[in-house]
């Protein structure tokens, strides 16, 4: 074995021939595993005189961390907000199909529903490592049932809820256990969101502010209560007005304490966010960028008309429509897409584009110790692209889990 | 001794770099006889060591059998330090080649007993069978590895105390704060290097001029320990037209009359 077993006799991949996204920077650099994990070959070489069992050839691809999408509702006919019998293999099966995205991480999200579903949607999608069977769930993201009424958009507006028995004690009859769950989106303008919000944070929640008629200074002290996110901006909040800039003044608010950091979701499908408000919130807070998909159960799904639940829709290309209308029933985005769109709305760097679907979200959720990044140590997680950002290759754990 | 002249930096480089391709490639190295190549670290060899990454890459090259021997290394630097020279070997030429750990051999300046280290650096040296060949550049004031002026021209691999223009001159590499640079060294000796088979001493640029006259054009002195060299059997100076500012014209016209004879030791 070439390896020092006084540390691990696992195989040693080392994948030559690339561009590694490290340091924020596309770099000619070798990229190591072993178990799992990132290695630092320079320490492999002087501390154990190790090498590689094996090497494979990428071609002068990219590698760069797999991406993670905090906010997507289904896709190839689920909906993970839909009680069904088998809530689970619903989210296998989308956790899988994702994988030919590049996703590697995603946090399942639930619309607004009476509290029945969440009692029994929330403790069966759980928390898992991702592997050949899909991407990995971090959590479940519960988008309302406490937001605004008129900036509901499509969420059914007789489960909404308010806080009226204090906050924490709305929260927990509604969601029920709250072990699996990694964001939840609500109005802070409702009355005690305060303690709800302190409470999540308190829990390592990530608190976002969305679906909101909340004006700036009701934003700003979301914020200071721990809140760090705002749920796709633009949508579902007031318009920029520039006495009152609202919520989308949060990108640079002077309220946001030094070391704290507000991101942002964009859905950059380039049909939900116009390319001149894409690159109005990149250039004003590019660091604060989390690409989502909020991708509905059409996602995924062949052109033409299908039948999902109550509803008859109608896919066209990039659009999904209520059959019939010009209405459109959500996003039915994929995240290499958005990548590739958000980078060429805004003329980012290639950089900018991958990390602000990888480390970004993985900074929004606390996890870039160990995801989002290729740096040493860790989850080797990550997508091979071509120069136009195709994804070729997706490997979790260092290993393959998807090929083109 | 033979005097390398050729015209820039670059061209210095590729020289070297195919000298040493080709002494390897003649050695026919394999498992039962490993080619031990002494190597220096900074700017200098930097040039040098990309060829060979490049002739690697192309295949005319492995360093599958091949040994190598660092000169030198800071005392009390951390390895992962980016200065240190295990940093530098790592990211300017192991990473890039076929060579083995086990091979690569670096003194530890951060090892319990010191002089210790450096003895057992000797013995790995001689149980390797000694040195084929041994690349080196050298410091403005003429010193090889950390043999600085007033070394002992017989020294062996020793703990080394910097000179003040030494540590002042690495200064830059530590955020210009004398405090953080290393004040002590690891280095293979003077009589180290006089032991290898062969020796390639590389010197460029204008700033080199009066060392390169030092080694080569007066007498073998301690306060210039490159010049021992001068009673080395197998001598090779590399230098650009620039370090040769301070030789006499007769010198730099009788080695330029050689050098269509000297371009074939590098023909492939």
């Known amino acids: ?404 | 001794m033979k005097l390398i002249i050729v015209n820039d930096y670059d061209k210095a480089s590729e020289w070297a770099a195919k000298y040493i391709r080709n002494r390897i490639t003649k050695f026919s190295p394999g498992p039962d006889k490993y080619f031990t190549l002494g190597l220096p670290t900074g700017s200098t060899p930097l040039g040098c060591y990309k060829k060979l990454i490049e002739f690697y890459k192309k295949g005319e090259i492995s360093f599958q059998y091949v040994k190598t021997f660092n000169m030198d290394e800071y005392v009390g630097l951390p390895r992962d330090h980016p200065e240190s020279y295990h940093s530098f070997m790592w990211n300017n030429f192991f990473k890039h080649i076929d060579i083995r750990a086990e091979n690569a051999h670096i003194l530890d300046g951060n090892a319990a007993d010191l002089p210790q280290e450096c003895q057992a650096f000797e013995d790995k040296i001689k149980s390797a069978g000694g040195i084929e060949l041994f690349v080196g550049g050298i410091g403005p004031d003429g010193h090889i590895a950390f043999n600085e002026p007033g070394s002992s021209l017989v020294s062996r691999t020793r703990v080394k105390t910097l000179a003040m223009d030494t540590i002042l001159a690495n200064a830059r590499f530590f955020d210009g704060d004398l405090s953080k640079v290393p004040t002590m060294a690891l280095t293979v000796g003077v009589g180290t290097v006089m032991d290898a088979r062969e020796v390639m001493i590389l010197i460029t640029g204008a700033h080199k001029a009066f060392a390169l006259y030092k080694a080569i054009e007066e007498g073998v002195n301690h306060m210039w320990t490159v010049s021992a060299f001068q009673q080395h059997p197998q001598t090779i100076f590399v230098c650009d037209e620039d370090a040769t500012q301070e030789l006499r014209v007769k010198t730099v016209k009788y080695f330029k009359g050689m050098m269509h004879y000297h371009n074939t030791l590098v023909d492939q």
């Open chain 1, 1 to 404: 074995m070439p390896s020092n077993k006084s540390v691990s006799d696992a195989p040693i991949t080392q994948f030559i021939n690339c561009r590694i996204l490290r340091d924020h920077k596309i770099q000619r650099e070798d990229l190591w595993v072993r178990e799992g994990k990132i290695l630092d070959p320079e320490k492999l070489f002087f501390d154990e005189q190790g090498f590689a069992d094996q090497r494979i050839d990428c071609n002068n691809k990219i590698i760069a961390p797999g991406f993670i999408d905090v906010q997507i509702n289904g896709g190839y006919g689920v909906d993970f907000s839909q009680a069904s019998s088998d809530i689970s293999g619903g989210v296998s099966l989308v956790g899988k199909k994702i994988l030919e995205h590049g996703v590697t991480s995603f946090c399942p999200t639930l619309v607004t529903s009476p509290p029945s579903v969440y009692h029994q949607v929330i403790p069966q999608i759980k928390v898992q490592n991702g592997g050949p069977h899909g991407a990995g769930v971090i959590g479940v993201h519960l988008e309302g049932p406490f937001i605004s009424e008129e900036k509901r958009g499509a969420h059914p507006p007789k489960f909404l809820r308010s806080f009226k028995a204090g906050g924490v004690a709305d929260l927990m009859e509604t969601y029920g256990p709250l072990d699996n769950v990694a964001v939840v989106t609500l109005a802070p303008e409702l009355e005690n969101s305060g303690p709800v919000i302190q409470e999540l944070a308190r829990r390592g929640i990530t608190v976002s502010v969305g679906h909101s008629m909340a004006d700036l200074s009701q934003a700003e002290e979301a914020v200071i209560q721990g809140a760090s996110f705002i749920t796709h901006l633009f949508n579902a909040m007031l318009p920029f007005h520039h006495r009152d800039p609202g919520v989308v003044g949060l990108l640079t608010s002077e309220k946001v304490s030094q070391g704290r950091r507000v991101f942002y979701g964009m859905i950059a499908d380039g049909i939900h966010t116009h390319p001149a408000a894409l690159r109005i919130a990149h250039r004003a807070h590019p660091t604060g960028l989390v690409l989502v998909t909020d991708a509905v159960t059409a996602m995924g799904l062949p052109a033409g008309r299908h039948t999902l639940g109550q509803q008859e829709i109608d896919i066209q290309g990039l659009h999904a429509y209520v059959a019939g209308t010009n209405t459109l029933s959500g996003s039915i985005a994929t995240m290499d897409m958005c990548v590739r769109h958000f980078r060429q709305a805004t003329g980012c760097s290639v950089e900018d584009a991958l990390e602000a679907a990888s480390l970004r979200p993985a900074e929004l959720l606390r996890l870039n110790h160990r995801k989002g990044t290729l740096d040493f140590n860790t989850d080797a997680d990550f997508v091979v692209l071509d120069d136009a950002l195709v994804v070729q290759e997706t490997y979790i754990a260092g290993e393959q889990v998807w090929k083109k």
